[in-house]
């Protein structure tokens, strides 16, 4: 993706990093439904309702905040293992079906459909040494389509392919200068081939959503090629 020309290379997107000691974050869990004792429905079904949001806050140079909110559905306990996810973040969409096991659980599938609308990678934000200048802020949205492969190797060791189509659309805010050229609308592709080594524990709750900051013990590394 070709960045817009004139950007000042020296800005950082995301306003609360630029208010230093002065920033104010508060994150805010406000539920995690079905922790303990999650809804059940079909025999082997476990549904879990999750929502978070927070708010980080800032007041130098200028007063200002950024806010999220999030709301996701999850599906477990389907065939081959396999797990449905539904979640809205702010401005983000996903559905996600994963886990899926294959070749007598030797093989694991995942995909994924995702977009979001207006403030991906906060491009409508434009930070230049602290100060927001909005002549340079621009919307931007995608949609993205993925998948992953894994093989689960014997020694706690996974090799992974993944492939990823992307689309960008961007387009001029009510203050976007209109000496600023916007990079082009276009498709993103990716492919990745990686390998993992995980020797970890943890305990059941690991990959609940509302353990946003979930604490492991052991080994892991990885390398990926693109």
Known sequence: MRRPRDRDESAAMGG???????????????SALGAASPARGAPGLTHRLTTAGGVDAWFRPRPGLHAFATL??????????SHLALEWNTTRFQVAFDRLRMAGGTVEAGFLA??????????SDYFRRGELDRSRAFAASYLRLGTTWKALLPGHSTI?????????????????????????SD????????????????DCTRWRRQRLFPRVTGLAFGLLAR
């Open 16 to 30: 609360g990093r630029r208010a230093g000691g002065a920033a104010v974050a508060a994150l805010l869990l406000a």
């Open 72 to 81: 996701a559905y999850d599906l477990e306990g389907l065939p081959r293992g």
């Open 114 to 123: 995702e977009g979001e609308l207006l403030i991906a990678g906060l491009l």
């Open 160 to 184: 992974s392919l993944s492939a990823e189509a992307k689309r960008w659309f961007f387009a001029r805010s009510g203050s976007t200068s209109a000496a600023l050229v916007l990079p082009p």
């Open 187 to 202: 498709w993103v592709g990716r492919l990745e081939v990686g390998y993992t080594y995980w020797r970890c524990g943890y």
